[in-house]
């Protein structure tokens, strides 16, 4: 029984010995990528950052265009990168967007003829922009400058200066639940 215990004393010896001796040779770690089920090697990944509550941009994006139909399908990632590049918070401006314009379904015509999102206007009456994205982008910068810069960066402290329906910010929220919920 003795010769026993020393063996396997021994052998637990060698064991932890050359546990400590190899060395690893690379510090990789394997990925399986869910969509190909192949395994692709960390250093060749090229990770997105964090930009919203836990997503990436194309998450966020992918968010937004769940709710968008119509004329904006497809607009979502725009509408996030386009209000992050100017501090102001992607669900938002997309659940005023879709306050605006009613484009959770058909979106107006004020979409479709002028592309304005926003129900902007201007002195000669509602805006008009040459393509969506210039009209998403002037609707940013109007959020940015006119109400996140001056401290309304809530659906309720927007609301006064924004929308004549003491409750506009609640129809807000329905679509900022909505999108946080897709």
Not at 20 to 47: G, H, P, R, Y
Not at 85 to 101: F, G
Not at 127 to 154: C, H, P, V, W
């Amino acid at each position: 029984m003795k010769s026993y215990l020393i063996k396997m004393f021994i052998f637990l010896l060698i064991v932890v010995c050359f546990s400590f001796t190899l060395k690893k040779e690379d510090n990789n770690v394997l990925i399986i990528d869910d969509d190909t089920k192949t395994v692709v090697n960390s250093e060749e990944v090229e990770v997105e950052p964090v930009v919203y509550e836990d997503l990436t941009l194309q998450e966020l994006g992918k968010k937004i265009d769940n709710i968008f139909n119509s004329t904006l399908d497809g607009y979502g990632e725009i509408v996030a990168s386009k209000s992050l590049e100017s501090n102001v918070d992607p669900v938002v401006a997309a659940s005023i967007i879709l306050v605006e314009t009613g484009c959770k379904w058909t979106c107006s015509s004020l979409v479709r003829n002028n592309n304005n999102v926003g129900g902007m206007r201007g002195s000669k009456g509602y805006m008009t922009f040459n393509t969506l994205e210039d009209g998403i982008q002037a609707f940013i910068n109007n959020l940015s400058r006119n109400y996140y810069e001056k401290g309304l960066n809530t659906p309720e402290l927007m609301n006064k200066k924004y929308a004549e329906n003491p409750n506009w910010y609640k129809d807000v929220y329905y679509y900022v639940d909505l999108i946080k919920a897709s």
